[in-house]
T-cell receptor, first 113, second 115 residues
Framework: NAGVTQTPKFQVLKTGQSMTLQCAQD?????MSWYRQDPGMGLRLIHY???????DQGEVPNGYNVSRSTTEDFPLRLLSAAPSQTSVYFC????????????FGSGTRLTVV | AQSVTQLGSHVSVSEGALVLLRCNYS??????LFWYVQYPNQGLQLLLK??????LVKGINGFEAEFKKSETSFHLTKPSAHMSDAAEYFC?????????????FGKGTHLIIQP
């Protein structure tokens, strides 16, 4: 049971480049979400999904796109990377029962130069 | 909308001393509350959660937290600190969707253990 798998673990992008951060879970969780972690800011919600085909915006969605074509996968796309998107990104998943808590991946450290 | 405030970005205690990390929340609906721990260069691990079953919640590694509705607090405690407890701790709350719309996190408290 791998849990929540994020790839890549590290990435350096040039300003303006695009890329996709991958997230996959093998626990048949309905809920999935993406967060970014910045020093002194805690974790902030970017996008979330309550099931395949259903996504919505979180607190800081600008510059990011998501889709959820399967229960297992929830990729995060950066359309045109900016230095302000330098951060550590975490994907998380949960069962659709209130209060179960989220399982987190190990993160992707992204640097935009 | 909900929010979480963690008092103290850094807390330092001696090994063997009481650990107390403070968390206050605001929520327009009965909340689900969580404490997560993050070790350096790792993801977040769930320590414990409050889901209205009991106000005193016990978690892993000897941690516990008490939900106090009147104080809108969910402070994390451990009777005796160990060096391995040094980490970043996050308090989080889920919203009206019961977690469907993700979690709202506090800014975190870095716990330092002095030998």
């Amino acid at each position: 049971n791998a849990g929540v798998t994020q790839t890549p673990k590290f990435q350096v992008l040039k300003t303006g480049q695009s890329m996709t951060l991958q997230c996959a879970q093998d626990m048949n969780h309905e809920y999935m979400s993406w967060y970014r972690q910045d020093p002194g800011m805690g974790l902030r919600l970017i996008h979330y999904s309550v099931g395949a085909g259903i996504t919505d915006q979180g607190e800081v969605p600008n510059g990011y796109n998501v889709s959820r074509s399967t229960t297992e996968d929830f990729p995060l796309r950066l359309l045109s990377a900016a230095p302000s998107q330098t951060s550590v990104y975490f994907c998380a998943s949960s069962y659709s029962m209130a209060g179960r808590g989220y399982t987190f991946g190990s993160g992707t450290r992204l640097t935009v130069v | 909308a909900q929010s979480v405030t963690q008092l103290g970005s850094h807390v330092s205690v001696s090994e063997g001393a009481l650990v107390l990390l403070r968390c206050n929340y605001s929520s327009s609906v009965p909340p689900y509350l969580f404490w997560y721990v993050q070790y350096p260069n790792q993801g977040l691990q769930l320590l414990l959660k409050y889901t209205s079953a009991a106000t005193l919640v016990k978690g892993i590694n000897g941690f516990e937290a008490e939900f106090k509705k009147s104080e809108t607090s969910f402070h994390l405690t451990k009777p005796s600190a160990h060096m391995s407890d040094a980490a970043e701790y996050f308090c989080a709350v889920s919203g009206s969707g019961g977690g469907a719309d993700g979690l709202t996190f506090g800014k975190g408290t870095h716990l330092i253990i002095q030998p």
